[in-house]
């Protein structure tokens, strides 16, 4: 089965990212599934999704979310290698991590999902194939905005995106938002601290 990006719609491509039966091995499991099609048509469907994801709790089930994004993060579509690749512009790379900020806003604020809101950023940093300082500040940027949201989980994944982003600016950030949550629980206190000596999992 040949995907061809450059062709699809933005519901073409919510319905062949989201709506598939939840199964175990997981749909996208098929050596006969290839994509063609221009990077840019990859991270501009990508850009769109994010920004616009308020809408995908009411066409899909939670399940079907979490295995989507699981697919779009993951080694098979593998959105981190386009976010990571410098023949790509430097300003749709930059747009993609900053419109992350949406999903958490828009959706996971809402539902968190079973383990890809906590593990997104675990898998988009880890991609790091050089040190990149503008990507590494516009991840910063995001995960910033992130840690602001008004929602526990959305700040423990923001904690856990800082933790693993090589950045001397994040004790900052973390200090800060210390200071403006003096009364958050031990655990989450004692999260935040390990995240600024890079030691989360």
Known sequence: MVINLN?????QFLTFVFDHPVSEP????????????????????????FRNSSVLLTRFRPEQ??????????????????????????QLRRESILAMVDVYGQLFSED???????????????????RDSALEETMLEALSSILRIDSLECQK???????????DAKKAVIETYLK??????????AY????????VQ
């Open 7 to 11: 062709n699809y719609s933005r519901s």
């Open 157 to 167: 994944a923001a904690l856990h995106g800082l933790g693993h982003l090589e950045s």
């Open 112 to 130: 968190p999902l079973e383990t890809i809101g906590h593990m997104w950023w675990d898998l988009v940093i880890t991609e790091y194939q050089r």
């Open 65 to 90: 979310l979490e295995q989507g994004f699981w697919f779009l993060l993951g080694s098979e579509f593998d959105l981190p290698r386009y976010i990571w690749d410098e023949r790509i512009s430097s």
């Open 180 to 189: 403006e949550h003096p009364h958050i629980d031990l655990d989450t206190q």
């Open 26 to 49: 997981e749909w996208y499991f098929n050596e006969e599934l290839e994509f063609e099609g221009s990077d840019t048509a990859a991270l501009t469907h990508c850009i769109d999704l």
């Open 192 to 199: 935040a601290e390990a995240a600024i000596q890079g030691r």
